[in-house]
């Protein structure tokens, strides 16, 4: 998963032609430490897809433009725009997320 530092690179990423699945977090929410310990797995069941992660504490702004209410949420943009939102609640178990991550992306 490829860490984004700055909205530039956000922005540069999100305008890709092919969905890309972005997981928004921070450093001291205990969630997304228990994502840490499954994303792997479900990364390799979606490894034809670019993953990035970014620190909703570190580029502010962001989580609020894209109503990231809540952290870990996972969001696949494409052409520049959020075509699917998963938010916190349903991030808990690699299943909940791979089951999204199916129905958005086949």
Request: with cysteine; hydrophobic share 40%; glycine share 4%.
């Amino acid at each position: 998963m490829i860490h984004l530092d700055t909205e530039a690179q956000f922005n540069e990423v999100i305008q890709s032609d092919k969905p890309v699945i972005v997981k928004f977090f921070a450093d001291w929410c205990p969630d997304c430490k228990r994502m840490d310990m499954f994303i792997g797995d479900v990364m390799e069941e979606f490894k034809n897809h670019d993953w990035y992660q970014i620190n909703s504490d570190e580029v502010e702004g962001i989580a609020q433009k894209y109503e990231v209410m809540g952290i870990p949420s996972i969001l696949i943009f494409q052409n520049g725009e959020k075509i699917a939102h998963q938010h916190s609640a349903y991030t808990k178990s690699p299943e909940s997320v791979s089951e999204f991550l199916h129905q958005q992306l086949g």
